[in-house]
């Protein structure tokens, strides 16, 4: 099939649509929709083998992400780190976890190649809480302890699996996910992978009940069918 006689170039096509006024509409929301297909990725690809992340504060300017230093200043020791090495502290919130992430301080080389590593320490019966990530898919292994893990889709479908050490499981890009601790007395330990240089987290609970400013009183009653003394005693719990 001769695809030029049976279709309109794109400018054809335009030409034709100019005294529409729908079909002008429609040609714009394509175009936009289009350029935001195109930016919805992520992070954008390197364009370059390496860009070592610039840590000097302040900076000179702002980008998405860090500046590169010279790269005829590079070395080794910009592409490793020991950051993931030692224990994190599980004492530090209420529900006994620890996330220690590798970023652009402390391996410098990471900058601008779309991806993240962290060492998340769960105490016994402790729980890392529902909580998304709007940049980043995620793939945990399990390297010590006995883990339930789960997310939650769009449909309100809940995924759970049990995992033993060597074993993983793959959280989706921005969906509710939850790592727990199955045993109450013995430490836990997950590697994760994220497809992001700042992948983000926003726990579910906190971001909800301890915003700042908070979210209306009569929008939380309403969404979760709670009483004000219901609100009250949440937010007072989460903030403590």
């Known amino acids: ?29 394509f175009l936009c929709l289009s350029v935001l297909m195109v930016r919805a990725k992520s992070d954008p ?112 479908r809940l995924f759970t699996q049990q995992l033993k050490p060597g074993e993983s499981f793959v959280f989706p890009r921005g969906l509710i996910h939850f790592i727990y601790n199955i045993d109450s007395l013995g430490p836990a330990m997950t590697l994760s992978g994220l497809s992001s240089q700042n992948p983000g987290t926003q726990i579910a609970s906190l971001a909800t009940f301890t915003s700042n400013p908070p979210i209306p009183d009569f929008i939380m009653k309403k969404a979760f069918q709670i009483s004000d003394s219901d609100l009250a005693k949440i937010r007072k719990n989460l903030a403590d």
């Open 1 to 29: 099939m001769n695809l030029n006689s049976h279709s309109l170039s794109f400018s054809q096509q335009k030409s034709n649509m100019s005294g529409n006024p729908y079909s002008s509409f429609l040609l714009h929301l």
């Open 45 to 156: 690809d390197p364009i370059q083998d390496y860009c070592i992340a610039d840590n000097r504060s302040p900076q000179p300017f702002f980008i998405n992400g860090k500046p590169c230093i010279d790269p005829n200043q590079a070395s080794s020791s910009h592409f490793v780190t020991s950051a993931l090495s030692k224990p994190g502290n599980t004492k530090t919130n209420r529900y006994g976890y620890n996330a220690t992430l590798t970023n652009t301080v402390n391996l410098p080389g990471l900058n601008t190649l779309g991806l993240t590593l962290a060492r998340i320490d769960i105490a016994g019966n402790g729980l890392y809480p529902p909580h998304s990530h709007p940049r980043a898919s995620e793939v945990t292994t399990c390297l010590k302890g006995i883990l339930l893990v789960g997310f939650v889709d769009t449909s309100n």
